[in-house]
């Protein structure tokens, strides 16, 4: 894929999509952090429906620490893996008060330090708690890198790299955004909408599907 195609293509995504921001909610980077590593294997839905009864009663790594374990993961028991979250959130909690003042550190090597945080969730909160042009990849920027022919490689920091290498500069702070709300409501992994994708005439994907929306029926000859 040429500079001018992909240029092309997060032009159309902007303005389909003008204001992307993570689906996840959160008031301060902590929240924003915490939401993230519960994040892991679920999905946003589940994550708010927990954290919405979570963050109003601890929302700084003090608060969540004096939870202990046994009522935080009370708090999160509905999302997979809540149990090595739960421990993983408290040590972070920790960390967070002995070694960075309670705050969230802006540094990658200082977020992939923490427990249960790896380089896809220190990459989220550089992006969107810092303004940094990281690439988070997900299933959906792994998937849509190798489908649409933006950033094609077999394991996820080979995709990062290519994304990184390869997106306009311009589009750096909102890719990572653009690229998951698209991959999540548009080019889905079972059935990407390629009828009512605005990029679909700019996307290598050979195997595209075009359904006929539920109401539309195909007229009989």
Known sequence: MNAEKRLEIFKRLKLAIPNPATELNYSNTF????????????????????TGKLFPVANTPESMLALGLDRLEHYIK????????????????QILIQQHQSQVPNSRSALEAL?????????????????????????????LGNRIKLATGKTVLDVEKKYVKTIPAEFMQDAHHLLILHGR????ARKPKCAECCIEDLC?????????PASVKPTSK
Do not use: W
């Open 115 to 143: 427990p249960g945080v790896g380089r896809k969730t220190a990459n989220v909160v550089l992006n969107t708690a810092f303004g940094e042009p990281t690439i988070a990849v997900d299933t959906h920027l792994f998937r």
């Open 31 to 50: 929240e924003l952090l915490i939401a993230v590593m519960l994040s892991a294997q679920a999905t946003d839905k589940s994550v708010n429906l927990a």
């Open 78 to 93: 509905t999302i997979g893996l809540y149990r090595s979250k739960a421990k993983n959130v408290l040590a972070t909690c």
């Open 204 to 212: 290598e994907y050979q195997a595209k599907e075009y359904h006929l």
């Open 185 to 188: 409501y548009v080019c889905t």
